[in-house]
Protein backbone atom coordinates (compact mmCIF):
# COMPACT_ATOMS: atom_id res chain seq x y z
CA UNK A 1 0.00 0.00 0.00
CA UNK A 2 1.77 3.46 -1.13
CA UNK A 3 1.15 6.15 1.90
CA UNK A 4 2.17 9.94 1.17
CA UNK A 5 3.35 11.56 3.78
CA UNK A 6 3.89 15.51 4.19
CA UNK A 7 6.34 17.12 6.27
CA UNK A 8 5.73 21.14 7.36
CA UNK A 9 8.80 22.94 8.31
CA UNK A 10 9.29 26.50 8.69
CA UNK A 11 11.11 28.93 6.62
CA UNK A 12 14.58 31.08 7.89
CA UNK A 13 14.83 34.47 7.11
CA UNK A 14 17.03 33.09 4.70
CA UNK A 15 14.41 31.55 2.80
CA UNK A 16 15.80 28.00 3.37
CA UNK A 17 14.35 25.06 4.99
CA UNK A 18 14.85 25.17 8.73
CA UNK A 19 17.07 22.71 10.71
CA UNK A 20 19.34 20.09 9.27
CA UNK A 21 20.00 19.64 5.68
CA UNK A 22 18.76 16.18 6.24
CA UNK A 23 15.37 16.69 6.25
CA UNK A 24 15.32 17.83 2.66
CA UNK A 25 17.62 15.11 1.19
CA UNK A 26 15.06 12.16 2.40
CA UNK A 27 12.30 13.61 1.22
CA UNK A 28 11.23 13.25 -2.87
CA UNK A 29 10.42 17.20 -3.15
CA UNK A 30 10.58 20.24 -1.38
CA UNK A 31 7.36 22.40 -2.02
CA UNK A 32 7.43 26.29 -0.89
CA UNK A 33 4.02 27.96 -0.12
CA UNK A 34 4.92 32.06 -0.54
CA UNK A 35 2.67 35.09 0.15
CA UNK A 36 2.25 38.04 2.03
CA UNK A 37 0.20 37.56 5.02
CA UNK A 38 -2.71 39.75 4.27
CA UNK A 39 -2.89 39.16 0.50
CA UNK A 40 -4.84 36.41 -1.13
CA UNK A 41 -2.82 34.92 -3.51
CA UNK A 42 -0.22 32.37 -3.45
CA UNK A 43 2.60 31.42 -5.25
CA UNK A 44 3.31 26.88 -5.18
CA UNK A 45 6.74 26.79 -6.12
CA UNK A 46 9.51 23.26 -6.48
CA UNK A 47 12.75 23.85 -4.97
CA UNK A 48 13.69 20.10 -5.52
CA UNK A 49 11.61 17.31 -7.37
CA UNK A 50 13.06 14.02 -7.64
CA UNK A 51 10.65 13.06 -10.00
CA UNK A 52 10.47 15.86 -12.58
CA UNK A 53 11.31 19.85 -13.33
CA UNK A 54 11.32 22.59 -10.72
CA UNK A 55 11.05 24.68 -13.23
CA UNK A 56 7.07 25.48 -13.06
CA UNK A 57 5.27 27.36 -10.42
CA UNK A 58 1.31 27.47 -9.62
CA UNK A 59 -0.60 30.50 -8.47
CA UNK A 60 -3.38 30.45 -5.90
CA UNK A 61 -6.14 32.41 -4.26
CA UNK A 62 -6.59 31.33 -0.95
CA UNK A 63 -10.67 31.60 -0.85
CA UNK A 64 -13.64 30.78 2.02
CA UNK A 65 -13.18 27.07 0.71
CA UNK A 66 -9.56 26.59 0.13
CA UNK A 67 -7.28 27.13 -2.76
CA UNK A 68 -7.93 27.86 -5.72
CA UNK A 69 -6.39 27.95 -9.03
CA UNK A 70 -5.57 31.57 -10.71
CA UNK A 71 -6.10 30.99 -14.16
CA UNK A 72 -4.95 34.26 -15.64
CA UNK A 73 -2.39 35.63 -12.90
CA UNK A 74 -1.13 38.37 -15.20
CA UNK A 75 -4.75 40.10 -15.06
CA UNK A 76 -5.76 39.40 -11.18
CA UNK A 77 -2.33 41.00 -10.66
CA UNK A 78 -2.93 43.85 -12.71
CA UNK A 79 -6.42 44.28 -11.94
CA UNK A 80 -6.14 47.07 -9.35
CA UNK A 81 -3.39 48.66 -10.95
CA UNK A 82 -4.26 52.90 -10.95
CA UNK A 83 -4.32 54.71 -14.26
CA UNK A 84 -1.72 57.69 -14.33
CA UNK A 85 -0.18 57.55 -10.93
CA UNK A 86 3.72 58.32 -10.92
CA UNK A 87 5.91 55.39 -9.17
CA UNK A 88 3.88 52.68 -11.31
CA UNK A 89 5.19 50.27 -13.74
CA UNK A 90 4.24 46.66 -15.37
CA UNK A 91 7.22 44.26 -15.69
CA UNK A 92 7.36 40.84 -17.12
CA UNK A 93 9.00 38.29 -15.08
CA UNK A 94 9.05 34.68 -15.33
CA UNK A 95 7.96 32.74 -12.30
CA UNK A 96 9.14 28.85 -13.07
CA UNK A 97 8.46 28.68 -16.78
CA UNK A 98 5.44 31.02 -16.48
CA UNK A 99 5.41 34.14 -17.90
CA UNK A 100 3.95 37.16 -15.63
CA UNK A 101 2.86 40.36 -16.07
CA UNK A 102 3.62 42.65 -12.59
CA UNK A 103 3.15 45.82 -11.07
CA UNK A 104 6.11 47.40 -9.09
CA UNK A 105 5.44 50.22 -7.49
CA UNK A 106 7.70 53.42 -5.79
CA UNK A 107 7.26 55.98 -3.33
CA UNK A 108 9.86 58.27 -3.02
CA UNK A 109 9.23 60.83 0.32
CA UNK A 110 10.30 64.48 0.50
CA UNK A 111 13.81 65.15 1.80
CA UNK A 112 13.95 64.00 5.47
CA UNK A 113 16.67 64.51 8.30
CA UNK A 114 18.54 61.54 9.39
CA UNK A 115 18.97 58.16 8.23
CA UNK A 116 16.21 57.88 5.03
CA UNK A 117 14.25 54.61 4.74
CA UNK A 118 14.51 52.10 2.09
CA UNK A 119 11.74 49.41 2.61
CA UNK A 120 11.39 46.48 0.17
CA UNK A 121 8.49 44.47 -0.51
CA UNK A 122 8.94 41.56 -2.84
CA UNK A 123 12.22 42.83 -4.58
CA UNK A 124 15.87 42.42 -2.94
CA UNK A 125 16.86 45.18 -0.61
CA UNK A 126 20.82 44.50 -1.50
CA UNK A 127 19.58 45.37 -5.44
CA UNK A 128 17.97 48.37 -4.27
CA UNK A 129 20.42 50.11 -2.47
CA UNK A 130 22.93 49.37 -5.85
CA UNK A 131 19.80 50.33 -7.86
CA UNK A 132 19.86 54.04 -5.89
CA UNK A 133 23.53 54.14 -6.30
CA UNK A 134 23.54 54.02 -9.89
CA UNK A 135 21.05 56.69 -10.08
CA UNK A 136 22.75 58.68 -7.91
CA UNK A 137 26.24 58.69 -10.17
CA UNK A 138 23.35 59.48 -12.96
CA UNK A 139 22.10 62.63 -11.38
CA UNK A 140 19.38 61.40 -9.48
CA UNK A 141 20.84 61.71 -5.94
CA UNK A 142 17.95 60.33 -3.47
CA UNK A 143 20.46 59.93 -0.22
CA UNK A 144 18.04 62.50 1.71
CA UNK A 145 14.71 61.02 1.16
CA UNK A 146 12.63 57.74 1.62
CA UNK A 147 12.45 55.35 -0.87
CA UNK A 148 9.55 52.82 -1.20
CA UNK A 149 9.43 49.70 -3.25
CA UNK A 150 6.54 46.87 -3.46
CA UNK A 151 5.65 44.14 -5.77
CA UNK A 152 2.08 44.45 -6.10
CA UNK A 153 -0.03 40.78 -4.96
CA UNK A 154 2.54 39.77 -2.65
CA UNK A 155 5.03 38.19 -5.12
CA UNK A 156 8.31 38.29 -4.86
CA UNK A 157 10.68 38.93 -8.13
CA UNK A 158 14.04 37.48 -8.23
CA UNK A 159 14.54 38.61 -11.65
CA UNK A 160 17.50 40.50 -12.43
CA UNK A 161 15.23 42.17 -15.22
CA UNK A 162 13.48 43.80 -12.71
CA UNK A 163 15.75 46.34 -12.06
CA UNK A 164 14.73 48.67 -15.44
CA UNK A 165 11.24 48.68 -13.91
CA UNK A 166 12.21 49.30 -10.11
CA UNK A 167 14.82 51.82 -11.43
CA UNK A 168 11.96 53.86 -13.61
CA UNK A 169 9.26 53.39 -10.83
CA UNK A 170 11.60 55.24 -8.75
CA UNK A 171 12.54 58.17 -10.67
CA UNK A 172 8.62 58.52 -11.85
CA UNK A 173 7.69 59.20 -8.06
CA UNK A 174 10.95 61.47 -7.03
CA UNK A 175 9.49 63.64 -10.75
CA UNK A 176 5.78 62.95 -9.90
CA UNK A 177 5.16 62.37 -13.37
CA UNK A 178 3.54 58.96 -14.32
CA UNK A 179 4.57 56.65 -16.87
CA UNK A 180 2.31 55.81 -19.91
CA UNK A 181 -0.12 53.10 -19.06
CA UNK A 182 0.47 50.38 -21.48
CA UNK A 183 4.55 50.37 -20.95
CA UNK A 184 6.35 47.33 -19.89
CA UNK A 185 9.96 47.44 -18.74
CA UNK A 186 12.38 45.02 -18.26
CA UNK A 187 15.91 45.15 -18.10
CA UNK A 188 18.96 44.27 -15.73
CA UNK A 189 21.07 46.85 -14.76
CA UNK A 190 24.58 47.26 -14.43
CA UNK A 191 26.55 49.05 -12.08
CA UNK A 192 28.05 51.79 -14.51
CA UNK A 193 24.38 52.45 -15.34
CA UNK A 194 24.09 50.39 -18.60
CA UNK A 195 20.90 47.80 -19.40
CA UNK A 196 22.32 44.62 -20.14
CA UNK A 197 20.89 42.14 -22.67
Known amino acids: EEISIF ?7 EGTVAGPRV ?3 IVDAVLYLEGERFHSFRVLRATKD ?6 EVGVFEMGETGLREVVDPSGVFLQERGKGVSG ?4 PTLEGTRP ?8 VGRPTQGNPARTVL ?5 RLKMLLAVLAREGRDLSDRDVF ?4 GGLSVEEPAADLAVAMAIVSSAKVEPLPADLLVFGEVGL ?3 VRG
Open 7 to 13: LIGHVTK
Open 23 to 25: LEH
Open 50 to 55: RFGSTD
Open 88 to 91: SVVV
Open 100 to 107: LLVEVQAL
Open 122 to 126: GFERG
Open 149 to 152: VSVA
Open 192 to 194: VGE
